[in-house]
């Protein structure tokens, strides 16, 4: 078992920046990479970006290239996903996700994830 636990949610003006983090806990040899997603009210789940658990390589939707960086602490086990630029389409809760697949392409769908956190929520004022 793997155990996440998000923090570092709150309220944002637009344009401004918010570094969550994603503790993991537990049996981390597992873990082939870590994904943020995002959940709107009213709306599907949506991939955001995921890291190997090596930290090697990054991969990030269209919507949030360039604004926001995924990176990973190994000697805390924990990832970071810093937004920067928020806009007010950014507001959502926000999950943190761990994989023990191989295959990036699986990455982006959460159904290939095993584990995953409560979510924090990120509200952006406009």
């Known amino acids: 078992q793997v155990q996440l636990v998000e923090s570092g949610g709150g309220l944002v003006q637009a344009g401004g920046s918010l570094r969550l983090s994603c503790a993991a806990s537990g049996r981390t040899v597992s873990i082939k990479a870590m994904g943020w997603f995002r959940q709107a009210p009213g709306k599907e789940r949506e991939f955001v970006g995921a890291?190997?658990?090596?930290?090697?390589?990054?991969y990030y939707a269209d919507s949030v290239k360039g604004r926001f960086t995924i990176s990973r602490d190994s000697a805390k086990n924990t990832v970071y996903l810093q937004m920067n630029s928020l806009k007010s389409e950014d507001t959502a809760v926000y999950y943190c996700?761990?994989?023990?697949?191989?295959?990036?392409?699986?990455?982006?769908?959460?159904?290939?994830?095993?584990?995953w956190g409560r979510g924090t929520q990120v509200t952006v004022s406009s």
């Open positions: 890291i190997t658990w090596s930290g090697s390589s990054t």
């Open positions: 996700a761990a994989t023990g697949s191989i295959f990036a392409s699986t990455w982006t769908i959460p159904r290939n994830y095993d584990y």
